[in-house]
């Protein structure tokens, strides 16, 4: 499978490409030879940020609409050959305090676009962008995909859901689908204005504001970060290889613990501090301690793996922050 080929001249669809993920994947498949349409509802509290799209936006379509307008995903799926389904809420927090949102676009969002592509297109190849949050607190490390499912959030329940209709559309009507469950992805084009969607983006914003970086708990928990060309490379492989219908498949890499980590980042700029304090109320309960995946099954499958190092990738988020960060502080 060439993925510098295969891309060239076909209709691809991002859900959520306003987004960090979906904007870097939108570039990607541009390079690629592809024509892209980008389908989002704008939410800024979710994500989207039109400046994403600096440099390409003459090049995309974009429809402006939410997944449950039927309608518009109906105008939006025709002709597609690819859809690369990024939409959905992320936050943690955000789905404890407003549960229905989260459910309405994780799970019955997913569903309309899901019975859209059945009546419209059911040809088409979706890759659904799943979260590691599934599994809850690990029983054992690193997690593999036969891994209890144990969601500690509504995030998760509904993020769960969302991936089930997915594998049971491919099971039922024999569409090709294929879901990621993503761990932490970091990179360029990520939000970073609050701690709404991700620490790490969070920890970006106080070190170019000077300010300590934060580290919940005593720093000891382990985690894994892909950066977002690792994560946009997984989306193109699965996308496009018939191995891959039907499957859901762990990202990973090297796990660091916090405390490593956010050495690491201070080292890379050059300056900075950080902090150890207390875990906020609420977060505590729904935190899953250690966490690094497990990625044999589609290094095996796809032919997948991370490449980018966390420090070069670290310092190329840098890069992109001081350039822009008028446009995501």
Not at 10 to 33: H, P
Not at 123 to 152: C, M, S, W
Not at 220 to 243: E, K, P, Y
Request: hydrophobic letters at 40%.
């Amino acid at each position: 499978m060439d993925i510098e080929t295969i891309y060239e001249n076909q209709k691809a669809l991002i859900t959520g490409g306003l987004g960090f993920i979906g904007s870097n994947l939108a570039r990607k498949l541009l390079d690629l030879g592809a024509e892209v349409t980008i389908y989002d509802n704008a939410d800024p509290e979710s994500g989207a940020n039109l400046f994403n799209l600096e440099g390409i936006r003459h090049r995309v379509k974009v429809i402006e609409a939410d997944i449950q307008d039927e309608a518009r995903l109906t105008e939006a799926v025709q002709g597609q050959k690819y859809l690369f389904n990024l939409a959905g809420e992320m936050s943690h927090i955000g789905s404890m305090q407003d549960p229905f949102k989260d459910l309405n676009v994780n799970a019955v969002g997913q569903l309309k676009l899901l019975e859209v592509c059945r009546m419209t297109n059911p040809g088409i190849n979706i890759v659904f962008a799943g979260t590691r949050q599934v599994y809850g607190r690990p029983t054992y490390l690193p997690v593999d995909e036969k891994h209890l499912l144990t969601p500690l959030d509504n995030n998760g329940v509904s993020k769960r859901a969302g991936e089930m209709y997915h594998i049971v559309y491919n099971r039922v009507h024999d569409m090709a689908t294929c879901v990621l469950r993503m761990t932490n992805t970091y990179g360029p084009r990520m939000r970073i204005r609050d701690a709404r969607l991700t620490f790490i983006g969070w920890w970006f914003h106080r070190l170019l504001r000077g300010r300590p970086i934060q580290i919940f708990g005593d720093g000891s928990q382990i985690r894994d970060f892909n950066h977002v060309d690792d994560v946009v490379d997984a989306l193109l492989r699965c996308a496009s290889n018939a191995l891959a219908h039907g499957k859901i498949y762990n990202l990973g890499a090297e796990p660091i613990s916090l405390l490593h980590l956010a050495q690491l980042l201070i080292d890379v700029h050059g300056s900075g501090r950080y902090e150890v304090v207390p875990f906020p109320e609420g977060r505590k309960r729904i935190d899953i301690g250690d966490y690094y995946g497990d990625y044999s099954l589609i290094k095996k499958e796809v032919g997948w793996q991370p490449h980018v190092s966390l420090r070069h990738g670290l310092k190329t988020m840098l890069e992109y922050y001081y350039q822009h960060k008028e446009h995501y502080l």
